[in-house]
């Protein structure tokens, strides 16, 4: 069976004439019958998102658009799945960057004039402090490496789904 993509159409029957050549009413009828058969998760069509992977049924008497992408079903799969995972990387490396940029702002705070003034006459808050600043600081540093980490990852995962698309 092949697969294509949702692409946000408002009902059953628009994705029937995105995927079948020339459909008659009756046609198109079997087709969405078909359609719903193999991807349930259509009756609730306003809940999908873009991108889900639909099963195009096999119809012996009808022709699948030759415009519309229907490739070898592991082929596709294997594309939006680097697709997903290159989208992630990049959101990855924005929240990481951010993450950094917020605890080096913490850090700050807990180590300026001001907020040390205000401790000063606790020593349960200046120890707690200390403490959170040595967190934050070894946070710091484990951030990036988590970031590479999950990176090489990732990459590591584009590569074997590059050679399967080969």
């Known amino acids: 069976m092949r697969i294509a993509t949702f692409r946000g159409e408002p009902n059953v029957a628009d994705i029937a004439e995105n995927l079948f050549a020339r459909l008659n009413d009756t046609q198109r009828e079997k087709v969405v019958e078909q359609l719903l058969k193999a991807n349930p998760q259509l009756r609730n069509i306003s809940k999908m998102k873009k991108g889900t992977i639909l099963r195009v049924p096999s119809i012996p008497e009808l022709s699948v658009k030759t415009t519309r992408s229907l490739e070898n079903s592991s082929d596709q799969v294997a594309e939006e799945l680097a697709d997903a995972l290159n989208n992630f990387e990049a959101r990855m490396q924005k929240r990481t960057e951010e993450e ?55 990459r590591s995962g584009l590569d074997d789904l590059k050679k399967m698309l080969k």
Do not use: C
């Open 100 to 154: 950094i940029k917020n605890t080096q702002v913490q850090l700050s705070v807990l180590k300026s004039d001001n907020f040390q003034a205000i401790i000063a006459d606790s020593d349960v808050l200046h120890v707690l402090a200390k403490n959170t600043a040595e967190a934050l600081e070894t946070r710091s540093k484990e951030l990036p490496k988590r970031h590479d980490d999950v990176s090489k990852a990732i």
